[in-house]
């Protein structure tokens, strides 16, 4: 009875939309669901719908008009979505005379946008036991990587009871676990709970979570978990080979009424430029923890990460510890979160406490805050940093 009712889970979870980098309206039109169906407190953290349609490779369908024949199942209109971030930063470094004002965040910056993309995505076919999906994340705005910034085409064989997914990928920025994480924790730089990406997650300060990566990735995936094996170059639109490997093993379960994400991630490897020799070894490792439930009547989210990277290797000698917590305090309106960071860079200590708010103005518009304070002075930008953010996707 138990596992009958842990794949009825699944198949309700598989019904809602869900946005990989943030709340995508694409989604949201191909099934009919609002955004909240999908996401804890805000966008961008996943919640189990969220994540079970993304394991089903973005293919679910709503009420929205289909084109259906013979071998033949997409949606009757392309789906896209624009998302827009508009950033202001702060730090207290020195400010010289003669700089002009905003030329760097000592001085306060306003950065429109910091980032602006249209995203297309969706179902490209689904004949019941195996679906196609697609997520393309093109930047029109705040990159100068170019048009296409992160692209995805999941093929996933359903097998009932679990599935397995095949899912070649490129991106920018996004880091070796862009092709599949179902984590909130900032193993894919995108997909982080809160703003300051390298205060909050572990994965970021030490790197593992994010820089350009093409691959392959193979997904193994029932109700208790998943197994992801990525096999990937750590360039953007890469023809070089794909000699280095990332792992993530994941536990799934129900804890004491928290819907949790438990994750192993091991790197290793090389990078080749075309086919030049090997031009870094790629090795780290990492773990992490969060919890999404309900204390005092307030919606939470319970974040931990642990990262560390090699001191011969391309990620260094880096190594952090974070852990955080995001209260829902006024429902669907105001979320306000904490975390700390324990870190160290070749030796020398690095900490870094935030403080975060996010107030949504509607289900896919909101405004940020996020304020840290380090332990060091970090270069020429001092031990501060304050966010402020409009971020809205429609």
């Known amino acids: 009875m138990k596992k009958i009712a842990l794949s009825l889970a699944s198949v309700l979870a598989a019904a809602a939309f869900a946005p990989e980098a943030s709340a995508i309206p694409a989604f949201a039109r191909q099934t009919g669901m609002a955004c909240s169906a999908c996401h804890a407190q805000h ?19 709503g009420s929205q008009e289909q084109v259906s024949g013979e071998h033949l199942s997409i949606p009757a209109q392309m789906n896209f979505g624009q998302l827009l971030k508009v950033r202001f930063q702060k730090t207290n470094g020195t400010v010289p005379a003669s700089e002009v004002k905003g030329a760097t965040t000592n001085s306060g910056q306003w ?15 689904d004949n019941g036991s195996v679906k196609v999906g697609v997520m393309a994340e093109n930047a029109l ?21 679990a599935s397995v997914s095949v899912i070649p990928f490129t991106t920018d920025s996004l880091g070796p676990f862009y092709g599949y994480t179902e984590s909130s924790n900032g193993i894919n730089r995108a997909i982080r709970w809160a703003e ?43 023809n070089g080979a ?14 004491a009424d928290f819907a949790t994400v438990l994750t192993l991630d091991i790197l290793s490897g090389n990078a080749h430029a075309g086919v030049a020799a090997p031009t870094a070894d790629y090795k780290g490792s990492g773990i992490t923890a969060q919890g999404h439930g309900e204390v005092a009547g307030m ?30 305090v006024i429902p669907h309106t105001l979320s306000l979160g904490a975390a700390i960071r324990s870190a160290s860079n070749a030796g020398v200590g690095d900490n870094a406490t935030t403080f975060t708010a996010v107030y949504d103005l509607a289900q896919n518009i909101a405004i940020v805050a ?24 429609w």
């Open 43 to 61: 966008f961008p953290v996943l919640n189990g719908f969220g994540r079970a349609f993304k394991a089903g490779g973005f293919t679910m369908m």
């Open 111 to 125: 950065q429109f946008p910091d980032e602006y993309a249209l995203f297309v995505g969706g179902r490209m076919a």
């Open 141 to 161: 705005g705040g990159t100068a990587a170019g048009i296409v910034a992160g692209l995805r085409t999941p093929v996933v064989i359903d097998l009932d009871a």
């Open 196 to 238: 300051h990406r390298k205060e909050i997650s572990a994965y970021q300060y030490v790197g593992l979570g994010s820089l350009a990566a093409t691959g392959l990735t193979f997904v193994a995936r029932n109700d208790m978990g998943y197994i992801n094996y990525t096999r990937f170059n750590p360039e953007f639109a890469s």
């Open 242 to 255: 794909q000699t280095a490997t990332a792992i993530e093993l994941a536990l799934t379960p129900t804890i």
């Open 299 to 328: 919606e939470t989210g319970l974040y931990m990460t642990y990262a560390k990277g090699d001191a011969a290797g391309f990620y260094g000698d880096k190594t952090a510890t974070t852990i955080g917590a995001d209260f829902t």
């Open 370 to 393: 996020n304020y840290s304070k380090y332990s060091k002075v970090q270069g020429a930008n001092g031990d501060a940093l304050f966010t402020g953010m409009l971020e809205a996707a």
